[in-house]
């Protein structure tokens, strides 16, 4: 398993808010390390989208946003859109494995 | 723009030597802001970090535990590229490989390349 915990699937209708959550343990997260998310639309590339907790790179929509707090995480999608239909993978680092870790990734539906 | 070029074979027979190549341009192999990686993603395992290659003075590496004793990833200064090499391989590392670009002031991967599935089969 991963070392970082996902829920498997989320959805929601357009126009509403969801949040994905990312949660790890005191060796990550909780050991003051930064979460990055990542989107990866289906049967593309992942795509940087959040990093360094709440930080959005040029051109990602304000309707992105993240969070932490202790040793887990949050991503936040507000408005929600088709095409925001896709998987959301986090991403730290562990100190004891002394290697970057994702979550299993979550996959967004929009109903 | 940073981009990364994939290549490589997508089929690899079992217990031989998975090799793939990833082309950098618009950055260099030798940037002290950057690191360059090879991660994997697989319908059982998501997506899994390798290894990297860095240079800060002189050429350093890192490897997940689960892969050590089986890889190499390598620059080639030549080319302005860097490889992965994956010895032994199973059947279990079949996946997609992605190399991307690590920032070294954030941490996180911001530039990827198109991926390249691998499929280790006799």
């Known amino acids: 398993q991963s070392a970082l915990t996902q829920p498997p699937s989320v959805s929601g209708a357009p126009g509403q808010r969801v949040t994905i959550s990312c949660t790890g343990s005191?060796?990550?997260?909780?050991?003051?390390?930064?979460i990055h998310w990542y989107q990866q639309l289906p049967g593309t590339t992942p795509k940087l989208l959040i990093y360094?907790?709440?930080n959005r790179p040029s051109g990602v929509p304000d309707r992105f946003s993240g969070s932490k707090s202790g040793a887990s995480g949050s991503l936040a999608i507000s408005g929600l859109q088709g095409e925001d239909e896709a998987e959301y993978h986090c991403?730290?680092?562990?100190?004891?494995?002394?290697?970057?870790?994702f979550g299993g990734g979550t996959k967004l539906t929009v109903l | 723009q940073v981009q990364l070029q994939q290549s490589g074979p997508g089929l690899v027979q079992p217990s031989q030597t998975l090799s793939l190549t990833c082309g950098i341009s618009?950055?260099?192999?030798?940037?002290?802001?950057?690191?360059w990686n090879w991660i994997r993603q697989s319908p059982s395992r998501g997506l899994e970090w390798l290894g990297r290659?860095?240079?800060?003075?002189?050429?350093?590496?890192d490897y997940a535990l689960s892969v050590k004793s089986r890889i190499m990833i390598n620059p080639d200064t030549s080319k302005n590229q860097f490889s992965l090499q994956l010895n032994s391989v199973t059947p279990e590392d079949s996946a997609v490989y992605y190399c991307?670009?690590?920032?070294?002031?954030?941490?996180?991967?911001?530039?990827w390349g198109q991926g390249t599935l691998v499929t280790v089969s006799s």
């Open positions: 991307a670009r690590e920032t070294a002031t954030t941490y996180n991967f911001d530039y």
């Open positions: 618009g950055d260099s192999v030798f940037s002290n802001t950057a690191a």
């Open positions: 290659t860095y240079y800060r003075s002189r050429w350093y590496n």
């Open positions: 005191s060796s990550n997260i909780g050991a003051g390390y930064d």
């Open positions: 360094a907790n709440s």
């Open positions: 991403q730290s680092f562990d100190g004891s494995l002394r290697a970057w870790v």
